[in-house]
């Protein structure tokens, strides 16, 4: 998942720098952190936008496997997001 990595470094950095007494590995380790967070969100919207777009087309299109991908893609995207 997009971000995963940046907000699990950051969250690490930001612990060290509290543990140290380091404010500008803390400071760098929280802005990873929040880059991360909004990058594995946007990217979450973007695969339940993906997944509404896929239902819509499934049951335009009478095709169930097009409506079982598209509430995939729409659950994967709230996974994401949380």
Known sequence: ?????DEAMGSVKQ???KLTGDKA???EGTA???GGRAARKSTGA????KGNVKKAAGKLLDSPTLKA???ADKARG????S
């Open 69 to 71: 991908e598209g509430a």
């Open 46 to 49: 973007a695969h339940e936008l």
């Open 32 to 34: 990873q952190k929040k």
């Open 15 to 17: 612990g060290l720098g």
């Open 78 to 81: 709230k996974v994401e997001r």
């Open 1 to 5: 998942m997009a971000g995963t990595k």
């Open 25 to 27: 590995l803390k400071a």
